[in-house]
């Protein structure tokens, strides 16, 4: 048990460092330093590695008191914990920490295009932290034992499951709403009484310099005899010009 337990460490230390690295790249699109990849990625989990697979000569990861405890209904492990242990775990909440910052700080600066990407790599990060949290200080268990193995399992297959199936990252989504958010074209989508249900951000810029809460868009300058057409003939004006600071514009309708 106590060597399972050993091997374990190899992905308990690698998984958070490579998923920290991943999210910086990818969220932000800047290299890791690679003073920082060496040794994150290579010298310190080697070190670690090297003083849990010795455990037998030291016993700083887990002490003499390790045992197999039969109580009669099932059997557990019962680890004596040294001093080792508690500095692996400190190192690993620090990327963990440093992960979710990194996640959340995605989360905040991306556009609303993508924005529901970074929530779902957000929430991925954060599940395991959760279930380790809900174990340490309210003595949650799965299996009756420390749920946050399965819960980096889950997160992992969660990820996994998402990119095979292409419903993560769906390019074609994520493209056409680009497109809608930042062009610079004014872009309303309204129904067929003219209540206004979506903008872009052109569109946004425009009604606040109209000063439109967006509750008569008739009434607005230049483009509102537009709306009127729509609503009331579900055409467009034979021929309207839209001005929208020094940029002009010919309507059109979809």
């Not at 299996?143 to 819960?151: H, L, N």
């Not at 969660?158 to 709403?177: F, G, H, Y």
Request: proline content about 4%; glycine content about 8%; some cysteine.
């Amino acid at each position: 048990t106590v060597s399972w337990a050993q091997i374990a460490w190899v992905g308990i230390i690698f998984l958070p460092t490579f998923w920290c690295f991943f999210l910086y790249e990818y969220a932000f699109s800047k290299k890791v330093p690679p003073g920082l990849v060496w040794i994150g990625a290579a010298f310190l989990p080697s070190a670690f590695l090297a003083l849990v697979m010795t455990n037998t000569f030291h016993g700083q990861l887990y002490g003499s008191d390790t045992r197999l405890i039969n109580d009669g209904i099932k059997s557990y492990t019962f680890f004596d914990h040294g001093r080792l242990f508690f500095v692996l775990i400190s190192y690993l909440y620090l990327i963990i920490v440093g992960t979710c910052v990194v996640a959340g700080g995605a989360l905040l600066k991306a556009s609303p295009a993508v924005r529901s990407f970074f929530v779902k790599l957000f929430l991925t990060t954060i599940i395991p932290v959760t279930a380790n949290i809900l174990y340490v200080f309210y003595g949650f268990t799965l299996f009756g034992t420390d749920p946050t193995p399965f819960s980096f399992a889950a997160s992992l297959t969660l990820v996994v499951w998402l990119i095979v199936s292409d419903r993560w990252v769906d390019v074609k989504a994520i493209s056409r709403d680009l497109l809608f958010y930042t062009s610079p074209d004014l872009v309303f989508g309204i129904d067929v009484d003219g209540t206004l249900l979506e903008t872009n951000l052109a569109a946004k810029a425009f009604l606040r310099s109209q000063q439109s809460d967006g509750g008569s868009l008739s009434a607005l300058k230049s483009i509102g005899p537009v709306f009127a057409s729509l609503t009331k003939t579900a055409k467009l004006p034979d021929i309207l010009e839209v001005q929208n600071g020094d940029h002009h514009y010919v309507a059109r309708a979809y």
